[in-house]
């Protein structure tokens, strides 16, 4: 069964600098990865995924993410934070054999200015 | 843009009462999902539709939870009777259905619940 962890529960930046939240995965087969952010009291807004191809994925809002298969990896960065990036982001899997998305514990990020 | 969208927004309910939650995914999407968000934790899916039929309901706690997509559009997930345990986000989800493995899920506000 696939699972993900997200070692950190809160990662703090300053505005300005470059931000990473990480993420682990095991899953069989080829890996389909997301990234999901949530502001309070809100459903999750979709970020970005890694599918197949380039190992650098560009999404929304200035965010991308790293595959590495080797480590088993997909962190989430930003080269420079905003106080509005403050939120709870999950990273999430699934495997290409039609199983369920899991997602993980998440990880609050907060951005001081 | 196009959103899912779920109501109540907020529901408080005395433990055995029976309450449901209501979802209307993005028009033309053929799967549908219910996940229930403990608080600090992940979404956890709950069932899975693709149109009117259930793909997968292996962690919906069928005693209590029942949920239905009748024409294969908006759905209802209900819970009776309801326990103290049940308080949490329940986030409907949709995806267009041509390639779930693949595919984008595009979540509501979601449905906080309150068992007193």
């Known amino acids: 069964a696939q699972s993900v962890a997200q070692p950190e529960d809160q990662v703090n930046v300053a505005e300005g600098n470059p931000l990473t939240v990480k993420c682990t995965y095991s899953?069989?087969?080829?890996?389909?990865l997301f990234w999901y952010v949530q502001y309070p009291n809100r459903g999750l807004q979709f970020l970005l995924k890694?599918?197949?191809?380039?190992?650098l994925v560009k999404g929304s809002y200035g965010f991308e993410a790293e595959f590495n298969k080797s480590q088993t990896s997909f962190h989430l960065k930003k080269p420079s934070a905003l106080v509005s990036d403050s939120a709870l982001y999950f990273c999430?899997?699934?495997?290409?054999?039609?199983?369920?998305?899991?997602f993980g514990a998440g990880t609050i990020l907060r951005v001081k200015s | 843009e196009a959103e899912v969208a779920q109501s109540p927004r907020y529901k408080i309910t005395e433990k055995s009462q029976a309450v449901a939650f209501w979802c209307d995914p993005i028009?033309?999407?053929?799967?549908l999902y219910w996940y229930r968000q403990i608080l600090g934790q992940g979404p956890e899916l709950l069932v899975q539709?693709?149109?009117?039929?259930?793909?997968?309901d292996s962690q919906l706690p069928k005693d209590r939870f029942s949920a239905e997509r009748l024409k294969g559009v908006d759905s209802t997930l209900k819970i009776q009777p309801a326990e103290l345990g049940d308080s949490a986000m329940y986030l409907c989800?949709?995806?267009?259905?041509?390639?779930?493995?693949?595919?984008?899920?595009?979540f509501g506000p979601g449905t906080r619940l309150l068992v007193l």
């Open positions: 028009s033309g999407h053929a799967t």
């Open positions: 890694y599918i197949t191809g380039d190992n």
């Open positions: 899953v069989s087969g080829n890996p389909y």
């Open positions: 989800a949709s995806s267009s259905g041509r390639d779930p493995a693949q595919e984008t899920q595009y």
């Open positions: 999430a899997v699934r495997d290409g054999g039609g199983n369920k998305l899991v």
């Open positions: 539709f693709q149109d009117e039929s259930v793909v997968d």
